[in-house]
């Protein structure tokens, strides 16, 4: 897909890239679930972020905000044909083509296994008091 041979295997959070969203950054309502994962990535495009953990470039994207199904339809089927998945943060089903056009409340893609490491570590929204420490680049 142009993005050369890197091809992440993180097998946990803690030596994962993860690419998360550009605005929920700046707001800092991503922040608190930072700690413990190796490196985040700020990047402002939710569908360029999927093509990023489909091509392997980053091992997982997570947003805690409603996608816009127009933004993240392409990313989940490029997902999907290389084994990797996409969930959303409540559990249900990932439906397009709906009424409303946005997947609330939010969602976490990549491999399985880290995928279902976030999915413990966001088990309810706000987050719980913990201290972040994160490495991010920009």
């Not at 050369?4 to 993180?10: D, F, Q, S």
């Not at 199904?69 to 996409?86: A, F, P, Q, V, W």
């Not at 997947?103 to 990549?110: E, F, H, L, N, S």
Request: with cysteine; glycine share 10%.
């Amino acid at each position: 897909w142009g993005m050369g041979n890197t091809h992440r295997h993180a097998s946990s959070l803690a030596d994962a890239v993860v690419s998360v969203s550009r605005a929920e950054i700046e707001k800092g309502s991503i922040l608190p679930y930072l700690g413990g994962i190796g490196r985040a990535k700020s990047i402002g495009s939710s569908a360029y972020r999927l093509l990023r953990v489909a091509a392997g470039r980053d091992d997982l994207t997570f947003s805690l905000q409603p996608e816009s199904e127009c933004d993240i339809c392409g990313g989940r089927g490029l997902l999907l044909s290389t084994g990797k998945t996409y969930q959303r943060l409540d559990g249900e089903p990932c439906f397009l083509n709906q009424r409303n056009p946005f997947i609330p409340p939010g969602t976490v893609a990549g491999s399985e296994p880290l995928v279902n490491e976030m999915l413990a570590r966001l088990p309810c929204l706000p987050p719980p008091e913990i201290e972040a420490t994160y490495a991010l680049e920009f």
